[in-house]
């Protein structure tokens, strides 16, 4: 079995890969928002991405620069001291802020999905008031560690922990925070990271329930309005609630690279609380998955796009599908579009699924009475619609592009 050191000495090298990777999928999502920035900045859903993002490439940047700035001295080849510790320790929270993140992107799907808020409602008051909250928090969160020296080593990095480094073990040497740091750990980090957990999981699981009972409708009424005036309408229903369904899916994928990376963190948390110990291998898988949230993170961004892409040009590889998501030309504004008519599926669903009620009982009418009653449009915002249109309109432009 490896000895501590050399379990320490590998979890402090391998975030230079993994931390590498994240910064390069973080990034590739900010250039794709930003190349793309007067139609992807109008959404709330990439706004929220694009924070965090910002946040992943500062804490994997500095998870990959681990071995010059953990403290030397401390039985593994590092390079650094208390005060790049102390620095660490600083941006080490601002994964913390990212993992925050993604409890505001599920609530936004499931605000936009299931109470059919409108984009510019969720902008005006709450998504604010959330980056502001995020931000402000963690940051002051950061500027307080250092302030009080509470960034110390733990056996592979630096962050909130008893110091100096072993005193918690050796009785002769005054420990620092020796009783309050795990107290301190869960308000900075735990906290916010246990709370993500239950509000994606009932958030999700509650979207899920949404779109299970409205496929169930419709499948329960479809017979009934076929070869009918409102077959029609049918259509669209069904055509919106694979757009709800998308956003779903792109949801689940999304908590599951939250779960896969932030797990280990948990468990690290568990054992110090209940246990008062650090143990080496539960940092290595920490330093391992932590920093590659920004790296899954891109290729579930870039999903949608890919697959719609090679649908419309299947001769291309995949690598030159990846590049065209990621590097798309100057002119392309498809991605934005698409993306738009993505978030249109979550904002429209509520009102889109009335509209099929209101078909429902008009049909029942319809039958009994001679006249016919006019079908209201959708509930859903008037530019939720247009951006679905122009959608459609930009994605034809493209494929005929391509084919050319």
């Known amino acids: 079995m490896p000895s501590s050191t050399t379990i320490r000495t590998v979890a402090i090298y391998i975030p230079l890969l993994t931390g590498s990777l994240s910064v390069l999928g973080s990034g590739a999502i900010l250039y794709s928002i930003w190349a793309r920035r007067d139609v992807k900045m109008k959404d709330p859903q990439h706004r929220i991405l694009g924070a965090m993002s910002i946040f992943d490439v500062l804490y994997s940047l500095n998870k990959a620069l681990v071995f010059p700035t953990y403290p030397s001295g401390l039985g593994v080849p590092t390079f650094g001291n208390v005060a790049t510790c102390s620095l660490q320790g600083f941006f080490t929270q601002f994964g913390y802020a990212a993992g925050t993140y993604n409890l505001v992107l599920s609530l936004y799907f499931y605000l936009t999905i ?23 928090m963690h940051v002051g969160f950061a500027i307080t560690g250092v302030s009080i020296g509470l960034f110390n080593p733990t056996p592979s990095f630096c962050y909130i922990a008893p110091g100096p480094y072993g005193c918690s073990s050796n009785d002769d040497v005054d420990c620092r925070f020796g009783d309050t740091a795990p107290y301190f750990y869960e308000a900075f980090a735990q906290f916010w990271i246990q709370l993500a957990y239950v509000v994606i999981i009932v958030t999700n699981l509650l979207i899920w329930l949404y779109v299970r009972k409205q496929e169930k409708t419709m499948k329960k009424y479809r017979t009934k309005l076929q070869s009918q005036t409102a077959d029609d309408t049918l259509n669209n229903m069904e055509q919106q609630s694979s757009y709800a369904r998308s956003v779903f899916i792109q949801s689940i994928l999304y908590v599951g690279a939250f779960f896969l990376s932030w797990s280990w963190a948990t468990v690290y948390h568990l054992v110090a609380w209940f246990g008062g110990v650090s143990v080496p291998w539960i940092t290595l898988l920490i330093n391992t998955f932590l920093p590659l949230q920004g790296f899954w993170n891109a290729f579930i961004y870039a999903r949608p796009r890919y697959i719609r892409i090679r649908k419309a040009k299947g001769n291309l590889s995949a690598l030159e599908i990846l590049k065209l998501v990621f590097l798309p030309p100057k002119d392309d504004h498809v991605e934005g579009a698409n993306h738009g008519r993505s978030s249109v599926a979550a904002a429209e669903s509520s009102g889109v699924f009335k509209s ?49």
Request: glycine share 2%; proline share 4%; net charge positive.
């Open 114 to 136: 299931n109470r059919g808020m409108k984009k510019k409602s969720f902008s005006k008051v709450l998504e604010k008031c959330l980056h502001f909250t995020v931000i402000t």
């Open 356 to 404: 099929f009620q209101y078909a429902l009982k008009r049909r029942k009418l319809s039958t009994a009475e001679s006249s016919s009653l006019p079908v209201p449009p959708a509930q859903a915002a008037d530019e939720d619609e247009e951006v679905a249109i122009k959608a459609n309109v930009e994605e034809s432009a493209l494929n005929n592009e391509e084919a050319k």
